[in-house]
């Protein structure tokens, strides 16, 4: 797969938007005007000279420096369109061994340089993007050490290079029989490692579980040495170090390998969508499904508008208007809200959840029909292509954006609304609006998250383009912050979700991280501003010119 420099993955696949989910957007947010981008070529001439010595492992060349400087973030995206990138790594890595990444950090160390892990590259929140400052930066890629290791048939654990990206886990697992079973959205691209770095999770946890119930041990690699994290199956031995390493970001130190719990093959596994009539409804019928532990592998139910939003993106016209004349015919109207649903495991537990689960939505007045199997189809085939969907957009002066977060269902309604509205009237006062829609999914007992998604047009300038963003994400995730929430459910806290931090974790709660964080990097040169916001720290050669000139001050006194 050839990579795209400036947006999201395969450089050779475009998702079509149609011409009336296209109108629909517009019917919203009005009429667009797309920015110029920049090419690759002059986005490499603004590469400066690299501060870092000579290493073997270390390439220094433009492209890789440009390749490497941004993740996904809106922010990132911005950057990579423009061609204003403001800071490049001053060097990227491509280590194959364990030992070549502690060779990495040792190097750091020595020369007092900044280091940022890099996985696949598909961060959204700010993990990957360095900062200014008087130290170089190396960004250390771990897209090499990409095998399964070792499987443990017995105990069902495999060994993975922490830079294994999730095709290769799992066609690695499917060849003896197994699956991991983690699938996120950014699958295509995204990192076993990274995964557990930023506490992820795939959209069939509720039969895997989300990465926390999938990581067993494994290695980091810190600046104080290398840390091992046995695969015991459970212990009450104290806090657990798993637990203390996941969702650390790279600012512990750097995975290496991972062991995962893996599951053999499921003999069958089917996707379906139904349609309920209304929100209320909907929630209703998910909430009792998963409080009543009905074996399912996904679930997720968008709201109103955002099953309008699907229908009218993810189909031809004339298939929309049969569609929406069959729903009508069977009552359902404007209210109507979209459920899609999975199952796996052998066929007769298939069969079985499946009577459960048909009983609970047609009691709550759900409709499939032969509509289900077939839609159902549909998402499971696309279901990792909606990231592609910023590339079309943005071709036509539309924005997109998402956030995510989690809380109880007595809390789902009051949340879900605040955080749309803030979105909604975000920019009214610049005379601008914002189209938004939000599904519930990841669910669990005593709650699930909320994934927002929103349109906006694009400004006259990328500065103002990025102004508007600004607002949206604050406006929102003041909300969140404030809403007996988290500020992230599965994308991780990055550089954009730190300021909001402190709300969820509290004054002690941040000591914590802060105190950790400080013993195993004092110097705070792994992923500095990453998790937590770090207060700038001189460079040593800083530090060594501030001592000279204190002398001097002194013997002149």
């Known amino acids: 797969m050839a990579r795209r420099w400036n947006g999201w993955g395969d450089d050779s696949y475009i998702k079509e938007v149609p011409a009336h989910g296209e109108r629909l957007i517009r019917s919203v947010i009005g009429e667009t005007r797309a920015l110029k981008d920049a090419t690759l070529e002059s986005v490499m001439a603004k590469v400066p000279a690299s501060r870092l010595p000579e290493h073997p492992l270390v390439v220094t060349d433009a492209e890789e420096r440009v390749r490497h400087a941004r993740g996904q973030s809106f922010p990132d995206w911005l950057a990579m369109r423009s061609g204003d990138f403001g800071v490049f790594p001053d060097g990227v890595a491509f280590p194959e061994t364990g030992s070549q990444v502690r060779e990495l950090l040792d190097y750091a160390v020595a020369h007092d340089v900044n280091v940022i892990p890099y996985g696949g590259g598909t961060s959204v929140a700010g993990h990957i993007t360095p900062g200014a400052g008087s130290r170089p930066v190396l960004t250390i890629d771990m897209g090499r050490m990409n095998q399964l290791l070792e499987l443990n048939e017995e105990s069902q654990i495999a060994t993975f290079g922490a830079g294994t990206p999730g095709p290769l886990v799992e066609s690695q697992l499917r060849a003896r029989g197994y699956t991991l079973g983690h699938f996120p959205q950014s699958w295509e691209l995204s990192t076993v490692g990274g995964w557990i770095a930023s506490r992820s999770s795939g959209q069939q946890s509720l039969r895997y579980g989300r990465i926390e119930q999938m990581f067993a041990g494994g290695r980091m690699e810190t600046l104080q040495g290398s840390l091992d994290i046995p695969t015991i199956p459970a212990s009450s031995a104290g806090p657990d170090i798993r637990e203390i390493t996941m969702g650390s970001e790279g600012r512990l130190g750097i995975f290496t390998e991972v062991k995962v719990r893996v599951t053999r093959l499921a003999a069958e596994e089917k996707f379906f969508v139904m349609f309920m009539p209304n929100w209320g409804v909907a929630k209703k019928a998910v909430r009792e499904l998963v409080q009543n532990k009905v ?20 189909t031809k016209e004339s298939q929309f208007k049969l569609l929406d004349r069959f729903l009508r015919f069977m009552g359902m109207g404007d209210e109507r809200c979209m459920l899609t649903f999975g199952v796996t495991g052998t066929a007769y537990q298939n069969k079985t959840s499946l009577k459960q689960i048909r009983s609970v939505l047609k009691a709550h007045g759900g409709v499939g029909g032969p509509l289900a199997n077939i839609m159902g189809s549909i998402w499971s085939h696309g279901r990792f292509k909606f990231p592609y969907l910023r590339e079309t957009t943005w071709a036509r002066g539309i924005a997109v954006d998402t956030l995510e977060t989690a809380t109880d269902w007595d809390n789902v309604d009051a949340l879900l609304d605040d955080i749309e509205t803030a979105l909604e009237t975000a920019l009214r006062s610049d005379g601008e609006e914002v189209m938004v829609f939000t599904h519930l999914s990841h669910m669990y007992s005593q709650g699930c998250s909320i994934y927002t998604t929103y349109f906006f047009r694009c400004a006259g300038t990328y500065e103002e383009t990025l102004e508007r963003w600004r607002k949206l994400k604050h406006k929102a995730s003041s909300v969140i912050a404030r809403g007996r929430a988290t500020i ?70």
């Open 295 to 314: 074996p399912m592998s996904m679930m997720r139910v968008s709201n109103a508008k955002e099953a309008k939003a699907h229908l009218h993106l993810g």
């Open 488 to 557: 992230s459910h599965q994308h991780g806290v990055g550089k954009d979700h730190a300021p909001y931090l402190p709300a969820e974790k509290g004054v002690l709660g941040m000591r914590m991280l802060n105190t950790l964080v400080q013993d195993f990097d004092p110097a705070r040169r792994l992923n500095p501003g990453v998790l937590l916001e770090d207060a700038p720290v001189a460079s040593s050669n800083d530090n060594k010119k501030q001592a000279v000139s204190g002398q001097k001050e002194q013997q002149q006194a």
